[in-house]
């Protein structure tokens, strides 16, 4: 209709001119942008590693950017970090939540997750998974998994090799032992269903592409977008694989642990 073409135009622009106005961060330096988009095209005109750490060397160890009208704060030095990280710890220990991370984890995903009440008890939760696991065990099942990987890089013969599967893989299976008690072969349908997940996650979470634009108009979801149907079909994927083997039994520290995980 003629009004939702109207709303469509007029309301990224009204969004545009409340973040100038409001904008708590505007004496922060930092590089300027393109409307709309802010600095997206330049953080991704070089490796984002390397033009943060021009920018840094520019404006100083604290400077903004902006996403899409969200503004991060960027922070490098010792100085700075341990005045954050140390000093005012629990003043900067939120997280910032997009609409794609709190689809994706339904507001339960122990990393993403506001500093607060829920926030300790899922911390205690997997804290007392560990625990019954025991460090030695831990380490045990670390140790190997990086054997096996390590017999797959001798399998090369000394020949160059993109090692990002085995990389990926390695982890999923120590992940994979802790959660279900039982170990895996990289090979198995298990793994390769969680490594394709894992990709997805990777691609999804992107700050360019569609899975950006679901992040500032979410209503994207109601026409098709692939990130909100991926992001959502994801789940029912996961749970098929954590529920469908009839032999496995999970007892209460794979339960703890898979909550934080997953």
């Known amino acids: 209709t003629m009004f939702g073409l109207i709303a469509v135009v007029i309301l990224p622009v009204l969004r545009f001119v409340h973040y100038k106005l409001a904008d708590p ?6 590089p300027k942008g393109w409307p709309f988009i802010g600095n997206l095209l330049q953080l991704y005109a070089v490796p984002p590693h390397l033009s943060t750490a021009q920018w840094a060397t520019k404006y100083g160890s604290v400077f903004r950017l902006c996403f899409c009208g969200k503004t991060v704060i960027i922070v490098s030095g010792t100085d700075a970090l341990n005045e954050i990280f140390t000093k005012k710890g629990e003043a900067f220990a939120d997280r ?7 689809l994706a984890s339904c507001g339960d995903d122990i990393i993403f997750q506001k500093y607060g009440n829920k926030w300790k008890m899922m911390r205690k939760l997997l804290f007392q998974g560990l625990k019954q696991h025991n ?19 001798n399998a ?21 032992v ?15 269903i969680l490594i394709e997940v894992y990709n997805e996650v990777i691609k999804d979470n992107e700050f360019i592409g ?8 979410p209503f994207l979801r109601y026409f098709g977008n692939s990130t909100y149907k991926r992001i959502t079909g994801r789940h029912a994927r ?22 934080a995980v997953y």
């Not at 460090?135 to 890089?153: C, G, P, Q, R, S």
């Open 210 to 217: 569609k899975g950006a634009l679901l992040d500032v108009f």
């Open 96 to 102: 910032f939540l997009s609409y794609r991370i709190e």
């Open 25 to 30: 961060f505007k004496d922060i330096p930092g």
């Open 178 to 192: 802790m959660i279900f008690g039982r170990s895996v072969d990289k090979s198995s349908t298990d793994i390769h």
């Open 135 to 153: 460090l030695k065990k831990i380490e045990d099942i670390t140790m190997d998994a990086i054997i096996d990987f390590l017999h797959d890089v």
């Open 238 to 259: 996961l749970l098929q694989l954590f529920y469908r083997s009839e032999d496995t039994r999970l007892n209460s520290s794979h339960i703890t642990i898979s909550y």
């Open 156 to 176: 090369m013969g000394g020949e160059p090799f993109n090692p990002r599967f085995q990389v990926i893989a390695t982890f999923i299976q120590i992940l994979y």
